[in-house]
């Protein structure tokens, strides 16, 4: 059944791990059946799965029979290997909820590719048909099984930053931030454990990952930013408020950035990030510094990047990736719009909490000064009411600014790593065409040799044509499979990445609303308080 | 008493005509027991807007005999308003009454500002974006001119609430003469008389705060008032900048409302419906926080600038009443000059029993309208507080009825998208 070899896929880093697993996947799904009828009825067989997901979930985790997959009644593209690569990544997904544990990577999946053309259609399920009784079972279950797609085994890892200490004297200073790590994965030798971290190891773990995985099409959550301000007034010593400010800021924005590269399945049981979370001493990222020299290599590097993306014109064969671009576009542009947006807000309503405060400390001023008694004490209690409002406009603005501003922050970032590894498909890209260019030339030259008229020198020659035309063969073909992992690795990514996000602003949405009605139910009570004092007036 | 207005104004920059129908009650309350009496009844029915210039219509129903018809019309500028407050103020015979404070100069700088603003800025909106701020602005607009009106006109009504000022002369005058006032108004002479006694003024007080006032009432109210008037102007300071953040605030919604649906317009995930509610939330919300800036506005700071001037007022009277003195004890230094050289001793005698008559009768009104004064004002705060505590809570409760809502629809809606998202795949 297979006759073609499949490229260099990372082996399921769960058979290392899990051995046993393994064994447990072997059993077809008890739906099988279901779906290897006419494959047109895949939407049916999608609310099978759908509705009896819990019934499922109760069975032993399977994964699917590739082998039941029927190869007609399947509509074709004219891209080849791109269409598999959709098959594999539909197949996954329509597997996804039927089982607790999915390996993307499973080994069985690569017959998979050899299934000659798969399906485009992404089977969409009318959901007319979904029961009330499963909306219910589906709430409770949705997480579980949303986590149960990204890791082996059920995911469970909670990672706090915490007691930021400043260690040193003077320009030497440096925060060190205590991370502690609380999980049941049998990745780590623990369950509970916690290192001293400080920023530089925190941008050294980002950009090792940065160069082991984005040029396989892996998202690679950015690191927080360096802020050269904010550190300098924290080194002076200088004890106020804004560095306070600027420390917690740090501290919420590095804990996102760990809960989001350990949310990666790949990520995760990545050896760096391991040590980054276990190791007691780890050796200190001097080459994340910017006048370092591989901080220095890293600018240069971004330059040329710059030149190249305007250099190759890629011919886009695939309508999903240059639709996808697009969309990414549009949505970094109003992203950082909304971002700007509610940064504003944010500043009014401190500003808003301030001139309260002010206000407050005015009335009860004015409240001493008046002579009418009860009309004094009214003013009073305006004053105190008025300073229970600053502080309600400050916490606002602090959920402002943590909930919505900084997660906004988070996703302009995030998507600058989205285009990025669009950009290294590119890369990959032009990196094959360049191999078949080279190839071409070798063989013209090989076909040169074959009518020259040098006998002596010739056979070395030929020689020699041979093993370069063998060479940029291999070349040609890596390039080609690299170029496929890639754009197979981005469809996956790229899906996972919009889950997260619609998962993420949907809490976050949720999680604001009800500060804000939190800040609407204090406001009743303290002027429902006051209302009594003012009708006292006589 | 109800105001029922229509109003056009010509905008400035775009030229906009407006026609609003409204009714008017609000700034009425800073001031009580206006308009009472049937016998003189004044309202400023219409104003018309051009350029700087407020042109408004003074309307006057009346059953006096002084006056020539029972109802009429006259149109009065901002500055014909200062002349009449000033001439009052200069007369004599008012020496020891509150003058009503004038009407502050209509004031339609920030609109203005922010409307320029909005107008370089457009580019950078969405055409939702920039009709919902040209909406707010217009509405600001409105706001400054209905407040302008709403001083004017309660001026008056003091006035003519008011048992000797109602019969003055130029009062009378001021709501009768068809023609333009603009000839009766200050000269440039008259105008550096009036800012020279200012300046003395001045002097005067600081002279005389320093000198303790034999009658207790008088000491205890100036002593009062000076603390108040410093203390009442920081308020109101105060109570304007809180509330222009406010303002600042619901203006934000408008911008993060706009731009979370061109989000949704783009999304096709499961998000789009909660971006749209969300936008949509916000945008309901704007419109609560903006009516909860302005309420606070007309019932905490507009409150406290009134009363501020009104104090001011009260201070003139103060003020009055202490040269009044001074006159009188130059006066008995005067007599015994005049006794001491033989030379004139009647006419300072004269002098003296004018001065100390003056002075009585000055002390005599000054202290009713004083006690009256602080009667009114505490009756203003109070139902002033009321309603502001009253309007707050009814915005707040609207809010967590809008937020509840919302977030009942994104939770139901919650499953449902999740229902989809699965689906899809």
Known sequence: MTAWEPPDRPRSRLAYCCPEKMAEDREPPPLADAVQTDFREVEEGEDLFVSTVSTAEQLSPTSPEPASFPAEDISTNSNGPKQEILLDDDQEDLFAEATEEVSLDSPEREPILSDGPSPAITPVTPTVIITPRVDALFDRSLDEDEEAEENGDTFDMQITVSDPEKVGDGMNAYMAYKVTTKTSLSLFSRNEFSVKRRFSDFLGLHSKLASKYMHIGYIVPPAPEKSIVGMTKVKVGKEDLSSAEFVEKRRSALERYLMRTVNHPALVKDPDVIQFLENTELPRAVSTQALSGAGILRMVNKAADAVNKMTIKMNESDAWFEEKQQQFENLDIQLRKLHASVESLVCHRKELSVNTASFAKSAAMLGNSEDHTALSRALSQLAEVEEKIDQLHHEQAYADFYLFSELLGDYVRLITAVKGVFDQRMKTWSKWQDAQVMLQRKREAEAKLQYANKPDKLQQAKDEIKEEIEEWEAKVQQGERDFEQISKNIRREVERFEKQRVKDFKVVIIKYLESLVHTQQQLIKYWEAFLPEAKAIA | ?425
């Not at chain 2, 922010?114 to 920039?130: D, N, Q």
């Not at chain 2, 048992?163 to 068809?178: A, C, G, M, V």
Request: net charge neutral.
């Open chain 2, 1 to 425: 008493m109800i105001i029922s207005g229509l109003f056009k104004f010509s905008c400035l920059y775009k030229k906009v005509n407006f026609v609003l129908f409204f009714v008017v009650d609000q700034l009425r309350s800073v001031s009580v027991d206006l308009n009472n009496d049937s016998s003189l009844l004044i309202d400023i029915p219409d104003a018309l807007c051009e350029r700087d210039k407020v042109k408004f219509t003074v309307h006057t129903k009346t059953t006096l005999n002084s006056f020539q018809k029972p109802d009429f019309s006259v149109s009065r500028q901002h500055e014909d308003f200062i002349w009449l407050h000033d001439t009052l103020v200069e007369t004599e015979e008012y020496a020891g009454l509150i003058i009503p404070p004038a009407p502050p100069k209509p004031d339609f700088e920030s609109p203005r500002e922010k409307m320029h603003k909005l107008g370089e800025g457009e580019a950078t909106m969405t055409k939702e974006e920039y009709t919902k701020m040209k909406q707010e602005l217009e509405a600001e607009y409105l706001a400054v001119f209905k407040k302008t009106v709403q001083v004017h006109e309660i001026f008056l009504q003091r006035l003519s609430s008011h048992p000797n000022l109602s019969k003055d002369r130029n009062f009378q005058i001021f709501l009768e003469y068809d023609q333009d006032l603009s000839v009766r108004r200050k000269n440039a002479k008259e105008m550096f008389g009036g800012f020279f006694k200012n300046m003395v003024k001045s002097a005067d007080e600081v002279l005389i705060s320093g000198i303790k006032d034999v009658d207790e009432f008088f000491e205890q109210e100036k002593t009062f008032l000076l603390d108040y008037f410093s203390k009442i102007k920081d308020s109101t300071a105060k109570a304007e900048k809180m509330t222009r953040s406010h303002k600042n605030v619901a203006d934000d919604y408008i911008h993060i409302s706009a731009t979370l649906n061109s989000i949704a317009a783009d999304d096709n995930t499961a998000l789009k419906q909660h971006l749209e509610k969300f936008a949509e939330l916000l945008e309901k919300l704007r419109k609560v926080e903006g009516r909860v800036a302005s309420d606070q506005e007309l019932k905490l700071t507009e409150l406290l600038r009134y009363y501020m001037r009104d104090i001011q007022a009260a201070k003139d009277l103060l003020y009055r009443r202490a040269r009044a003195l001074a006159d009188y004890e130059n006066s008995n230094k005067a007599l015994d000059k005049a006794r001491l050289k033989s030379k004139d001793v009647a006419q300072a005698e004269e002098n003296q029993k004018q001065c100390l008559l003056k002075f009585d009768k000055l002390s005599e009104s000054g202290k009713k309208e004083l006690t009256s004064f602080k009667g009114r004002r505490v009756v203003a705060f109070r139902k002033n507080l009321i309603e502001m505590a009253e309007l707050e809570i009814k915005h707040a409760k609207q809010c967590v009825i809008l937020h509840s809502t919302c977030i009942d629809l994104m939770d139901s809606s919650f499953i449902f998208a999740v229902v989809q998202v699965r689906g899809r795949r």
